[in-house]
């Protein structure tokens, strides 16, 4: 097991800012050429969709850190409390309207942008904790860990899209929070959309996580 290197994860760095600069760069196009600011708040969603990788590489890249079980718990679950922003970004495509002031094939574009870097931000990220948890776990039981992440990102997604909860309500609203949660676990047949939306949003993550580890294990697989 190797950690990425301070070169390595500068790089990531230099890439995603790019991208950032890019959806930034098409959010200000539009605010230009419609005069409105409807879609502006994506960057705010994008910034909180980059925090979870920040979290991570701070982690990979202190070795007394990763290698400490409580702030490796600290991070773990400061990573996931803030890892649903990375796919949120996916459900502003409900903001789409044949009707808006910009052609519709842009609007579709720049959320996919936003939503593309916010997502890629997010599964590097839940590969750093992949690499954390195996000082700590044996490696055959690390994908049904990042499985079970993905689903309870699913949940988190829910939260922020039909209860409109966000991440700082944690520490701002944690009784309202709480008993939301509650409810739908103690009372689970009350609330299908609940876990409808979680069980296929986990399940198109889950996907996408699959599908990644098929391409990263084609790059590093030798050729013949």
Known sequence: MSFPNRSARLHEARYL??????????????????HSRAF???NWNLFLAVIPWILSSITVLNEK??????????????????????????????HLSAGAAMPIWFDLM??????????????????????????????????FVSIFLLFASGFGIYLGRYLRWNTWDILHHPNGLIRDIAHRFLHPFDHPRTWGVTFFTGLFLSLVYISFRMVRRRMIAPVK
């Not at 950032?20 to 196009?29: E, K, N, P, V």
Request: net charge positive; charged share 10%.
């Open 65 to 94: 850190w990763r290698s400490n079980k409580l702030l490796v718990a600290g991070t773990l679950f400061s990573w996931l409390v803030f890892f649903p922003n990375a796919p949120y970004i996916l459900t502003d495509l409900f």
């Open 40 to 42: 502006i708040f994506l």
């Open 110 to 143: 720049l959320i996919l942008s936003f939503a593309w870097t916010g997502l890629l931000a997010g599964f590097m990220s839940l590969w750093d904790i992949e690499q954390i948890l195996q000082q700590h776990l044996a490696k055959r039981f690390i994908p």
């Open 17 to 34: 800012l790019l991208l950032g600069a890019i959806c930034l760069g098409l959010s200000f196009f539009r605010v230009q050429y419609t």
